[in-house]
């Protein structure tokens, strides 16, 4: 069984954090408020595929200038 440190807080850990608040955050928001929210939950989905099948990811790119010019305490404050 694959069991990811958790003592720190590197890019990919960063990036299933977010896709995982933005697919919970959007299910929940789908069945609560309005169905139409249930393409952002698409849309995030679509993304970890690509990210998946090429390595592209936007999320990457915000989040590695977040802390490239914040700092490294920029972490911190993103958890």
Known sequence: ???ANAKTWYLE???RLVAGIFVLGS???G???HPAWF????VAGLMLTIFG???FCPMSI??????RF?????????V
């Open 39 to 42: 393409i952002f939950t698409g």
């Open 27 to 29: 299910v929940l928001l």
């Open 31 to 33: 069945h609560f408020v």
């Open 13 to 15: 850990r960063l990036i």
């Open 53 to 55: 099948l090429t390595g």
């Open 70 to 78: 914040r700092g490294a305490g920029a972490l911190q404050v993103l």
């Open 1 to 3: 069984m694959y069991i």
């Open 62 to 67: 915000i989040l590695y200038y977040i802390v």
